[in-house]
C-alpha cells in the first residue's frame, strides 16, 4: 500500500510562485514514473508534467517554460515549481505515481487526495 501525501498550496496573486511536494510512503518495491494533474472547476482533470525515474520529463504545452517538475528518489518525493502563475492555473493539484509493489509486478498507480492552489487576479 502506497500514500501521497501533497503540500504546498495556496493563494497567490498573479506573477507568483509556488512550489508543491509530494511524498510517497508505505510499503513498495519501487516508485516508477510521477506526475501532476490538476482539475479546474467544472473542467476535467488534466496533465501539467510526469516525470519518470531516470529524469525525463513532460509537460503540458499550457505550463511549458514556467513549470518545472523535479524528483528525490532518495526521498521518494516529487515537486512542481511553478512560476509566472496565472489565474487561469487555479485548480486543484493532484499528485500521481506508478509503483511497483514487489520485484513482479509493476504499473500500480496511486492518487494524492489533491492540494489547491488559488491564484488571484
Known amino acids: 500500500q502506497v500514500q501521497l501525501v501533497e503540500s504546498g498550496g495556496g493563494l497567490v496573486q498573479a506573477g507568483g510562485s509556488l512550489r508543491l511536494s509530494c511524498a510517497a510512503s508505505?510499503?513498495?518495491?519501487?516508485?516508477?514514473?510521477m506526475g501532476w494533474y490538476r482539475q479546474a472547476p467544472g473542467k476535467q482533470r488534466e496533465l501539467v508534467a510526469t516525470i519518470t525515474s531516470g529524469g525525463s520529463t513532460n509537460y503540458a504545452d499550457s505550463v511549458k517554460g514556467r513549470f518545472t517538475i523535479s524528483r528525490d528518489n532518495a526521498k521518494n518525493t516529487v515537486y512542481v515549481q511553478m512560476n509566472s502563475l496565472k489565474p487561469d492555473d487555479t485548480a486543484v493539484y493532484y499528485c500521481?505515481?506508478?509503483?511497483?509493489?514487489?520485484?513482479?509486478?509493476?504499473?500500480?498507480?496511486?492518487w494524492g487526495q489533491g492540494t489547491l492552489v488559488t491564484v488571484s487576479s
Open positions: 500521481n505515481a506508478h509503483y511497483s509493489p514487489n520485484y513482479f509486478q509493476r504499473g500500480l498507480e496511486v
Open positions: 508505505g510499503r513498495f518495491f519501487s516508485i516508477n514514473d
